[in-house]
């Protein structure tokens, strides 16, 4: 379900949503580590609740799109390469980009209202996070139809979760936050109809092969 067998143009043809979202985490993680110009525009987008306090609200949504090292980049790209392109189809283009996104604020949202006035994050997990809950939503009210997804998502999931209070260096705030917000939009969008469409066509791609 989850193997990615599409080349470079199938994968932006059939995903664009998160071929353009991996697209811009990678330039924006490029920009930031060119000298003179990558430090102010890290410092511009970074989460830190002193300067939202202040009124700059737009942090609240950049550190989605900033990643603090190559690895911490790596880890958040894959996990998006992986698990977007399967719900993109599920949900469709715009909803995709909804949980996304909402994943990701909800989690930025928490993250000022809950920790203190010098706390600074960045990174997409909150957004990663939401996709999960959103198979969550998919694995409560498919039950025992996709055995296979809940083999897969329950226990990334539990294990999510589980790393993210054993690193100190987590926002586990977002990850939470994100992973909650997911599952919310996901019991709202996949109502069963949407969900046999895209068995429908999970099926018809699987007999082109």
Known sequence: ??????????????????????????????????????????????????????????????????????????????????????????AGKARFLTIYLLAGLVGNVATYLIHSWDYQSVGASGAIYGMLGAFGALVYYTKNLLPQLKQIIVPIIVIGVIMTFLQSNINATAHIAGLITGFVIGIIYFHPKRIAAWRKRKSKLKSVK
């Open 1 to 90: 379900m989850f193997t990615r067998r599409e080349n470079f143009k199938q994968y932006v043809t059939l995903y664009p949503v998160v071929s353009t979202l991996l697209a811009l985490n990678i330039v924006i993680y490029i920009l930031t580590n060119i000298p003179i110009l990558g430090e102010p525009l890290f410092r511009f987008g970074i989460g830190f609740n002193l300067l939202i306090s202040e009124g700059e609200y737009w942090r609240l949504i950049t550190p989605m799109f900033l990643h603090a090292t190559i690895m911490h980049l790596l880890f958040n790209m894959f996990s998006l390469f992986l698990f977007g392109p399967e719900l993109e189809q599920i």
